[in-house]
């Protein structure tokens, strides 16, 4: 496999990059770093003409003595037994506003992507290169002497504004604590409804909800309201209970001295 990549960057930024393993994680297009593992593994999912396979591997990136970097990785499929395995050499060559990566090596895989088409591959394959080495040149840079200026400058700020804060605690007047005090004892705040009024409201709602669902509007309009809202009967008077508690014996004598008075007449005649 060979492939080329230019990027309008100096080679010596590239070099820098490619020395930092947390830059190189970065410029992997799409890795998901996994908690507590080395800089340049995780997740990675692929995208092949319509299939979306997910890798889980490493890469390691080391110089060699010619000026060029060698890359070697090896991943599996998350789901499934396929590997791909990758040896490559990057070769940074400068041209005329900017510089060539010539990428060449060897891909090995089985499993899933061994079943797509070979140009999807292909493609695929150069489409990661391509935003790797142009990720890897739009990483930004944090020169330490920018991080040194950081404090300085949060500093100025805080010595300018320590003299203005002064006048400000001088004018703050003291002896207005005992009108507030006076002032709450006067108007207390009203007491808030218990937590037990609400539930019974929330459930009385409800349950006016629920035998309203299912009838019709005129049903509802004429029916009589539930809850607190229902009548209230009048209270019974203990005279009327009185009258109704001698009202059954009184008949029962009534009726046995009626059927009496008819036994004797029968009698006579």
């Known amino acids: 496999m060979e492939h080329e990549v230019f990027v309008p960057v100096q080679a010596e930024r590239l070099r820098e990059a490619l020395a930092d393993p947390v830059r190189v994680a970065r410029a992997v297009p799409g890795l998901q770093q996994d908690a507590g593992t080395p800089p340049v593994s995780g997740r990675l999912k692929v995208r092949v003409g319509g299939h979306t396979i997910t890798y889980r591997g490493t890469v390691r990136v080391t110089a060699r003595d010619d000026g060029s970097y060698a890359v070697e990785g090896d991943a599996t499929e998350a789901r499934g037994p396929g590997t791909v395995k990758l040896a490559l050499v990057l070769t940074l060559t400068p041209s005329d506003g900017g510089t060539t990566v010539t990428i060449t090596g060897t891909t090995t895989a089985d499993g899933r992507v061994a079943d797509l088409p070979p140009d999807a591959v292909s493609a695929t394959t150069g489409r990661l290169l391509n935003r790797f080495v142009e990720n890897l040149a739009e990483v ?5 002497a920018a991080a040194e200026r950081e404090p300085e400058r949060e500093t100025e700020p805080e010595a300018e504004r320590a003299p203005e804060a002064e006048p400000e605690a001088e004018v703050e007047p003291a ?3 005992e009108p507030s005090a006076l002032f709450e004892e006067e108007e207390p705040a009203p007491p808030t409804p218990s937590r037990v009024n609400r ?3 929330v459930a009385e709602a409800a ?3 629920r ?4 009838r019709s509007a005129e049903e509802v309009d004429h029916a009589p309201p539930r ?3 229902a009548p209230v ?5 203990a005279d009327a209970r009185a009258t109704l508690r001698w009202a059954a014996p009184a008949a029962a004598v009534a009726l ?3 059927i009496a008075v008819t036994r004797a007449l029968r009698k006579r005649r």
Do not use: F, K
């Open 140 to 144: 930004p840079e944090t020169p330490p």
């Open 175 to 177: 002896p207005e604590a």
């Open 199 to 201: 539930e019974d409201a």
């Open 207 to 209: 349950h006016a909800r």
């Open 211 to 214: 035998t309203m669902i299912g």
């Open 227 to 229: 809850g607190r809202y």
């Open 233 to 237: 009967p009048a209270p019974e008077t």
């Open 256 to 258: 046995a001295s009626a």
